[in-house]
């Protein structure tokens, strides 16, 4: 009979890896995604589109693409640096700087797309 224990450092590790592995997945969905729209000029899938007030819709689609890329961008660092640095707030350093540089990014994206609307 096999006896496996974990310590608790053991199981925070495995917690530290399987929520940075979660966030880099998600940063590749995004600069997935935002290269897509960024690459082939796709402004029908930008959430609130209309073709009718917008001035130049591969522009808006080139601009939302590089945001959402940079978004992508920043969440890998993120996780990155959540996997490399072991502290016990590390949770909380990488919640943070996610809502913040996430909530900083819509903001930028919105106000950029601003340029485009009639």
Not at 10 to 32: D, R
Not at 44 to 49: D, E, L, M, P
Not at 62 to 86: D, E, H, N, P, Y
Request: some cysteine.
């Amino acid at each position: 009979m096999v006896n496996i224990t974990f310590d608790c450092t053991t199981l925070e590790m495995f917690h530290l890896m399987v929520a940075s592995i979660i966030l880099a997945v998600v940063s590749l969905f995004f600069v997935g995604f935002g290269f897509l729209i960024w690459y082939f000029k796709i402004a029908g899938v930008i959430a609130g589109y209309d073709a009718t007030k917008v001035t130049n819709p591969d522009a808006l689609a080139k601009w939302v693409g590089k945001c959402m890329m940079v978004t992508g961008a920043l969440a890998w660092i993120i996780s990155l640096i959540r996997l490399l640095f072991q502290s016990d707030r590390a949770e909380l350093f990488a919640f943070t700087a996610f809502m913040v540089s996430s909530t900083l990014s819509v903001v930028v994206t919105l106000a950029g797309t601003q340029r485009y609307n009639k």
